[in-house]
T-cell receptor, first 114, second 116 residues
């Protein structure tokens, strides 16, 4: 079985500041890892995914994440926050060798202040 | 890109009635679709996996007689909440993958169900 822990239900940053959203996972097999963003009353949009290729993954909207096996982490970062980045972010893991069955973390709400 | 559309976006119904939510893949064939439930300020919980032409596979604790899933075609899966109660009020989201193994899960925009 797999699980995902997102540290911090809310993260507040100023516009232009570094964004760091933390995600730790547990999985009995090599995982596939994902970050999704959700805007209010909308579905999920894939930001980026790790599928056992390069450990540093670049996604959309300037986000990137690094897979660290020794730390079982997949933290999401963005060098400079924008007001439009304010949303809920979910880390997810798949342990069946595919993208289909996902286990989600509880989510982190990113708040961006001017 | 692949688009998944859910309908309706929101619905209000009376206790005891049934509500049907549709999930359509607009520009690809989806052999497998997934239904999630999301409570306020919480994560997504997988309810069931829907496979075209066969019975859905429900997660532990999900009542299959209450949440009826039909996947009659490669582009449409429906979730029917039967005899709805206020505790069924939630945000329901579907996702779909392309092909049998799936290369990425595409999510619908969700349906907000309120049972009064």
């Amino acid at each position: 079985a797999q699980s995902v822990t997102q540290l911090g239900s809310h993260v507040s940053v100023s516009e232009g500041a570094l964004v760091l959203l933390r995600c730790n996972y547990s999985s009995s097999v090599p995982p596939y890892l994902f970050w999704y963003v959700q805007y209010p009353n909308q579905g999920l949009q894939l930001l980026l995914k790790y599928t056992s290729a390069a450990t540093l993954v670049k996604g959309i909207n300037g986000f990137e994440a690094e897979f660290k096996k020794s730390e079982t982490s997949f933290h999401l970062t963005k060098p400079s926050a924008h007001m439009s980045d304010a949303a809920e972010y979910f880390c997810a893991v798949s342990d069946r060798g595919g993208y289909s069955t996902l286990t989600f973390g509880k989510g982190t709400m990113l708040l961006v202040s001017p | 890109g692949a688009v998944v559309s859910q309908h309706p976006s929101w619905v209000i119904c009376k206790s005891g009635t049934s509500v049907k939510i549709e999930c359509r893949s607009l520009d690809f064939q989806a052999t497998t679709m997934f239904w999630y439930r999301q409570f306020p300020k919480q994560s997504l919980m997988l309810m069931a996996t829907s496979n075209e032409g066969s019975k859905a596979t429900y997660e532990q604790g999900v009542e299959k007689d209450k949440f009826l899933i039909n996947h009659a075609s490669l582009t449409l899966s429906t979730l029917t909440v039967t005899s709805a109660h206020p505790e069924d009020s939630s945000f329901y989201i579907c996702s779909a993958i392309i092909g049998l193994s799936g290369t990425e899960a595409f999510f619908g925009q969700g349906t907000r169900l309120t049972v009064v």
